[in-house]
């Protein structure tokens, strides 16, 4: 939008536009075929949803959270221990039990967000990770915080980690969080 | 099951955004030039097809649900059979697949395979949004739902299990953007080096703006019969029809949580060994498979489709793929998964002449230069990331641009002859959805065979 010295160039684009009440057309009957080479009329159209969401049977798992506590789904039966919850073994079907899992963990890997979803755009950049803790087969998206995400480095892969409670809750995964052990 | 042969194409201009035209009038712009391909207008060849197979990724794109049967109106098709398919980033392939099972199973003598998505009736951050919400709404969106993030995460463990680079990655934004400089159907035709690609602005580190596809309109068809649909059209048309056989199918899924992906013994391809991947070079002396770093879907989609088409040695037998590049990085981790090369060695096949055009001169002087180049060139079209990536269309434009490879008419549709893979016999298709969720692999080939 700025050139070199900071100095606008151009205009803001936004998607607000101004109400039309009437658009040009030629005169009937004549120049109908003139019609095929019309450029197309777009408009707005708002959409807007709230949704009424269930975590269903795995609920726990956020209300562990909430509670400064990170709990995994276990099968008994295969011995896989998931951190996103599954209520049921991916291996064998049984249904799965709680446990509660270390609050210390590695980084599996990482990356920073330059760019994203609309919702999470005013976060840029952010870190997000997958967790792995001991024993469990399978990993945890996360955000890992207290690293510099503008200066992303291959040395962040395995790094030890602990997780963090947000105070108040969102019921939402991001009430966990990781940040370098010790930090 | 009954041969099944893919008969013509046709695609639709690719774009950012086509307002000039609504999905089904996109979906026509591509059927139509399939039809007049065969030498047959559509009212005619709307009498011979026994019905339909319609693909779209997003209903949120859309914003308009069963818009399959309103694409299936417009072109002429009702009241025959029909369905819409929907497989996330796989959902042209998995179309064409269905298309090709109403076929093989003698349920149909014609059947086209038409695709559209329409991306840019939201802005780019809306639709980051829009693909996101593939991915687990409870657990994987909230915590920063981005795809690009999701699979910059896969690469980043990829270049600590393997070693590889964002170098040998830029290599293939080279490859398929200077591929696509001769095709005037891709929307990004562009001389770049590994240097620009590195310093484009970072979108999901360590992937830039040009190692990732962009979001596009546009649509795709794919015209398939039987032995007996094909006399059918050459009776109606009086002419010849360039049969390209489909002769294999394959199709594998996986979690779609990427958190998710276990860490198993890898399933081998008719070229490997147990032994390839033991050994002190992996981590606790094996290969923990696929964890994040590789898509099972994918191996599982190509052991399927090279067992069914007799393919043992897949470098050696296929003689071009077109991939689902949505990604620099995923086209290395699928080089792996499809056999390519190895585990471990997609970075350094990126960086070698191997899957690189033999007559194109990529201003790369390894590629240029090695006496392996054009081995199995890759993505010849310029793939999802030179292309566009009309998500539901995507599958069927490669299958498009794998029939032209085989009935070697690349210089007719293209007006442009350089992406012509000489002497092609046999291809191979790649479509890919999710984080690896769904993915098919279907093997193509000439009149004749191998």
């Known amino acids: ?183 | 099951m009954r041969p099944v042969y893919m008969v013509s194409g046709g695609i639709s201009k690719f774009a950012k955004a086509r307002p000039d035209k609504t999905f089904q009038a996109l979906c026509m712009e591509a059927y139509s030039y399939a039809i007049h391909d065969l030498g047959l207008e559509v009212g005619k060849f709307n009498e011979l097809a026994d019905g339909c197979v319609i693909s779209y990724f997003s209903d949120h794109f859309a914003r308009q649900l069963m818009a399959g049967i309103m694409a299936q109106d417009y072109l002429g098709l009702c009241p025959k059979p029909g369905h819409r398919v929907e497989g996330g980033g796989a959902t042209g392939g998995l179309c064409l697949q269905e298309a090709w099972k109403s076929i093989a199973s003698g349920h149909m003598e014609i059947c086209p395979a038409v695709g559209f998505e329409t991306m840019s009736h939201v802005n780019t951050w809306k639709g980051n949004e829009f693909i996101a919400h593939a991915s687990d709404v409870s657990f994987d969106y909230p915590v920063g739902g981005f795809y690009s993030g999701y699979y910059a995460m896969m690469v980043v463990r990829h270049m600590m299990e393997y070693g590889t680079t964002a170098e040998q990655m830029a290599h293939v934004s080279v490859k398929n953007h200077m591929n696509a400089f001769y095709n005037p159907y891709a929307q990004k035709r562009q001389k770049l080096t590994v240097k620009e690609v590195r310093e484009a602005p970072m979108v999901a580190w360590p992937l830039t703006r040009l190692d990732i596809c962009v979001m596009s309109d546009g649509a795709a068809a794919a015209i398939l019969a039987s032995e007996e649909g094909v006399k059918e059209i050459e009776k109606a048309s009086g002419k010849r029809v360039k049969k390209v056989k489909v002769t294999g199918i394959g199709r594998g899924t996986d979690a779609m949580r990427m958190a998710d992906r276990p860490h198993r013994k890898v399933p081998l391809l008719p070229n490997e060994k147990a032994g390839d991947y033991v050994g002190k070079k992996w981590h606790g002396g094996r290969l923990e498979y696929p964890g994040i770093h590789s898509f099972r879907a994918g191996r599982m989609a190509s052991v399927q489709a090279y067992e069914m088409a007799g393919i043992t040695d897949p470098l050696a037998e296929i003689d071009f793929v077109e991939l689902h590049d949505a990604y620099t990085s995923s086209e290395i981790q699928t080089y792996e998964d499809m056999g390519l090369c190895r585990y471990g060695e997609g970075g350094k096949f990126a960086a070698s002449g191997k899957p690189f055009l033999p007559n194109i001169t990529y201003g790369l002087p390894a590629v240029d230069k090695d006496p392996q180049k054009g081995t199995c060139p890759v993505n010849p079209s310029g793939g999802l990331i030179a292309c566009g990536h009309p998500v539901g269309a995507t599958g069927l434009m490669q299958a498009v641009f794998a029939c032209w490879q085989l009935q070697k008419t690349i210089r007719k549709h293209l007006k442009k002859p350089d992406i012509q893979v000489k002497d092609a016999k046999r291809g191979a298709i790649h479509s890919h959805a999710g984080t690896g969720t769904y993915v098919t692999v279907s093997i193509l080939e000439a009149e004749g065979g191998r």
């Open chain 1, 1 to 183: 939008m700025a050139d070199k010295k900071g100095i606008p160039m151009r205009l803001p684009e936004t998607e607000t536009a101004t109400e039309v009440y009437s658009l040009p057309f030629p005169e009937l009957p004549k120049d109908l075929g003139a019609l095929k080479g019309m450029k197309p009329i777009v408009v707005k159209q708002p959409y807007h949803i709230d949704y009424i969401h269930s975590y269903g049977q795995d609920s726990p798992w956020i209300a562990g959270l909430s509670n400064g506590t990170i709990l995994g789904s276990r099968c008994k039966r295969c011995r896989n221990t998931y951190p996103q919850p599954r209520g049921h073994c991916m291996d064998c079907g049984d249904e799965t039990e709680w446990v509660v899992l270390p609050n210390k963990a590695k980084v599996h890997t990482f990356t920073v967000c330059h760019f994203g979803s609309q919702e999470f755009l005013p976060e840029c950049p952010f870190v997000l990770c997958l967790i792995e803790f001991k024993g469990c087969e399978t990993l945890l998206l996360s955000r890992l915080m207290g690293v510099d995400p503008l200066k992303p480095s291959l040395k962040w892969v395995g790094m030890e980690v602990e997780a963090k409670f947000r105070r108040l809750s969102k019921t939402k995964p991001t009430d966990v969080y990781f940040v370098p052990v010790g930090s």
